[in-house]
């Protein structure tokens, strides 16, 4: 083995994309010194279908070969001289960054029931139907009363519901159901993790009044004549 010709990572190039490995790589700097264009376009090619092959979660990606074409550029530092079946790429439009979105600025007028309700109630205020009005109306107090449920931890009362609607929309909204919600019961203490009360059962629990083997002793004695009341026959 001839040590001073070994290659080592450390002398190597930079590896461009580590999802294809060195060989691809070493692969594509091949093709950039090959001069004939149509046996550099039929390795290239080549390089293309191995690079699908060894990477087949690609393929359920919308326009994989379009990836791979981009990939293959990028590999070969936009140097690559052949035809390629969709638009060849260059290092800004491909390392440009997108543009940032716009973050929604909403600024809700009651912030602890938050600003779909505040669009729900919007709606129903400007509904003209009496019957639709009233379902919005209905809608938003169940929705309060939920919201108050979960994070008071208790039940309110429905003229409190109404009075908090009748604030925020002028007593134009009255709801006429009662919304109905599920009381909140915490975990009650003392409870085992089978759901049953009280202390759980031993998992050794003794059988009789006395230790585990009592019983066997005793019957022993009877048998071997430690009781003292019965004598032996003589003859």
Known sequence: MDI???????????????EYGRHVQKMVEHI?????????????????????????????VEDFRHKLWDHLFLIADFSLDVKSPYPIPTRE????????????KRYPKFSHLGKNLEVIINKGLAEENPEKKLGFANCVAYYMKLAYNTWHKELVHDDAIQSELNNITEGQLTFTN????????PQQEGRDSRGGYGKPRNKFQQRGGSGGGGGRNDRRDNRGGGGGNFKKKRY
Not at 93 to 104: E, G, R, S
């Open 4 to 18: 001073e010709n070994m290659e080592y990572n450390t002398t190597r190039n930079h590896l461009t994309m580590k």
């Open 32 to 60: 950039l010194t090959i001069e004939d264009p149509e046996r550099r376009q039929r390795n290239a090619h080549a390089v293309i279908e191995l690079m699908g092959f060894l990477n087949p979660h690609l393929k359920n």
């Open 93 to 104: 439009t491909l390392k440009a960054k997108p543009d940032p979105l716009p973050y929604p």
């Open 178 to 185: 009662t919304p109905f919600v599920k009381a909140f019961r």
